[in-house]
Every structure is written in structure tokens, then in C-alpha cells.
């Protein structure tokens, strides 16, 4: 097959929040996961596993714990939005409302990928520090970027959301994930229902780099 | 130019430890930043920036500051090599082998990105479950992986490493980094000096994923 060139994907690999219903052969479910066991793990230890769902009964289970921590979060979303300007106030009201349809909605993917994690099988290196860790998330989210990148080169549309983690116990119970397996990414896919990848908007390199200490210019 | 493709890329990404002290062109260091930019990050917020440390002396002191917590790595890891068998054992001191030199080595690498994180800018959803968190390396690690793939399609051998998190508190010092700016990846790049990249050795999608609930086969 003509494959999608590394830069074209990744450069129009949006979140697609608005998905069709029609189901994903399964060559192609294969497709992405192999993908995702392509990206790098610390010792190569793998720690994670994934779980595809397609059953209804449980996608929308999936879809009704999701909803609380969703409109807790929206809430919060708005009264973020005062003070801005017309321009940037709609560019965010559409991402919202995108959002929102996949709160609602994110039973109707054919595939909802639940990524866990073993934080067993994981040296968290920044365990000590008086911050927030993440260095546990240098071993599965990679992963789940690769299956992003290739659901781009697949034509589907999928979006990376955590907020089913603050329902981990709820999930634990539903999808009868053992301890001290955890969960750490929600990932829907499926055939864009409207516009679907396209170009991004970021701050550019100029803005996120720096040359040898901490502020100096890069570019 | 004729760009690779993407599942090419993803699938022979290795780690390449043995890396040419040859300067990386300004426009290749460009292209790795903005391959970055384009992963998503919670809310679009892009928590992240990156250090791209060129400067020898500072290469050096990385370097010196990796020692210590390799050595201790090394330690543990020569001790969980006891009871392989022959093949394995083999395979384990290679990949040993690769990353003792990067540890002494670190320095002639032309640059090391450092990644860093603002935790006050990041969602942490998975903060209150009774298990080390991760989320917000999914803010973060997407970014990371993207970086690996375009220097994997430059032609250039990298390796994403955690280690210095565990002497933050002097890399924050040597790179100026100001709180709460915290670190989360560091990732030498060069020309590979040896075999570069190629065939992965990972755990196949039969073995890593599962249908509707754990345990179940998706295959």
C-alpha cells in the first residue's frame, strides 16, 4: 500500500472527537496495537497491556462513568474561558462542544482502547522528587502515541483522554483488571464523522525550545 | 524529499546507544522540535519544553551526573540477569553493553534534549488513586516519541533515558531551570556509530492485548 509519509502523519494527526459508528476490521485493530508495541519501554519491559472494547453493554457503561469527571471538568473549562478574546473564546467554545459530543457519545466508537499499566514493573526514576511524578508514563504513552500515529494512517480519527482514570476502581470492576494493573489512557477510534486530521495549532519551536540553559534562544 | 514512511519508521526505531560526535544541522534540530510540538498534551496546554544542550561542557557534566545512577542500575540489573539461559543472557549483555558506553559516553553526542514538564499546568487525573501516577506523562511522552521518530527519519540514532530525574536537583541548577519546571526525558542524539536502526525485539500484539475485559483474547 502507498504508506502515509512520518511527517504528514504526525503533522495532521488531530484529536477527532466526532466518530462513526461503522466497525474497524479486526487486521486493522492488529494494526494499531502492533504499532504501539513498536515504541520504546524503559529496559524494554513492555509494562503495559491494552483492552479493546467493542461490546456495547460495556462502551456505554464506559461512556456513563466517563460523564461525571466530563461535566465537572467542563464546568471548570468555562469559567476558564472569561477574559478572552472573540476569536480565541470560539476556537475553544468548538473544541468544547467537540468534547462534549464525545462525552456523550463515546459509546458509539466501534473501539474504545483502555491502555494499563504495572507500576511493578516500572523504575519510576522521579519517585523521589518533590513533584508530581510521570517518568512511569515514559513507558506507556509512547505507546499509545505510535497507535495514535498509525489509527492517522489508517484514516481514523481518535482522541487520547485520562479522565476515566479518576473512575479507575469503577473501570477496575467492569473491564476485571487485577491488581496492581492500573489504567492510564481511554483512547475511542473511529471513522471521522466530520472534518477529521488536518493541520494542527500549537506554539511553534521557537517557543518550547532553548539553547543550553533554560531561557537562552535556540533559534 | 522522499519521506519514510510511517509504519517503516515506527517499526525499526530502535534505541542507538553508539552515537557520532558529528554536529546535528540547525534545520534537522528544528525539525525534531516541531516534530515534538505536533504530539497532543492535555488541553492543548503543551506543558512541555525542551533544552537542546550543545554545549561541551555541559554535555560533560550531564554525563557525570548519569554515572552514578547507571552504575547503581547496572548493579541491579547484571543481579536480575542470573537464571537467564544462554541466548538471553547474550542478548541482555549486548544491550548492557550499548548503554555502558552511552554512560561514559554521553558527552560526544552533538546534542541532548532535555525535556521538561510544568506539573502546574497538567491535569493530573490519576492523582488521588492509591498507585503511582502517570497521567501526566501523557503530556509529555507523546511529544518525546514524536522526537524519536523524526531523528529515526533523519537518519539519527536516539535513546530516550530517565535517569537524571533521579539527580534533578543538580540538573536544575546546571541547566538553570526554574520551579516548578521540573525534567522527564533526556535524549541523546547523534549519527549511529554502529548498526543504527532496524528489526525490533518486542512482545507481539497477540501477547499484549485483550477483548471487552482482561484476560480475554482479542486474536
Known amino acids: 500500500m502507498g504508506e502515509i509519509g512520518l511527517y504528514e502523519a504526525m503533522s495532521s494527526c488531530r484529536a477527532v472527537r466526532r466518530q462513526r459508528p461503522d466497525p474497524i476490521p479486526d487486521e486493522v485493530v492488529r494494526r494499531l496495537i502492533e ?43 468555562r469559567q476558564a474561558f472569561k477574559g478572552l478574546g472573540p476569536e480565541a473564546l470560539a476556537s475553544q467554545e468548538r473544541v468544547l462542544a ?83 494493573w492500573a489504567t492510564c489512557a481511554f483512547v475511542p477510534v473511529g471513522i471521522p464523522a466530520s472534518r477529521g486530521h488536518g493541520p494542527l495549532s500549537r506554539r511553534p519551536p521557537e517557543k518550547m525550545a532553548f539553547l543550553d540553559r533554560w531561557g537562552a534562544p535556540l533559534f
Chains 1, 2 share one sequence.
Not at 39 to 44: H, I, Q, R, Y
Not at 63 to 70: A, F, K, N
Not at 155 to 176: D, F, Y
Request: glycine share 6%; net charge neutral; aromatic share 8%.
Open 35 to 77: 504499532a504501539a508495541t513498536w515504541a520504546p519501554t524503559g529496559a524494554n519491559s513492555q509494562p503495559w497491556r491494552v483492552i479493546a472494547v467493542r461490546d456495547a453493554d460495556t462502551k456505554q457503561r464506559l461512556q456513563e462513568l466517563y460523564l461525571g469527571p466530563w461535566n465537572a471538568y467542563e464546568k471548570n473549562a
Open 98 to 180: 467537540a468534547a462534549t459530543h464525545l462525552a456523550k457519545q463515546m459509546h458509539r466508537s466501534p473501539v474504545i482502547f483502555v491502555f494499563c499499566f504495572n507500576p511493578e514493573r516500572m523504575a519510576i526514576t522521579d519517585a523521589e522528587q518533590p513533584r508530581p511524578s510521570v517518568v512511569g508514563g515514559g513507558s506507556v504513552y509512547p505507546a499509545v502515541q505510535n497507535l495514535l500515529l498509525a489509527a492517522r494512517a489508517e484514516g481514523l480519527g481518535c482522541v487520547l483522554t485520562t479522565l476515566l482514570c479518576m473512575r479507575e476502581p469503577e473501570v477496575r470492576a467492569l473491564l476485571e483488571i487485577p491488581e496492581p
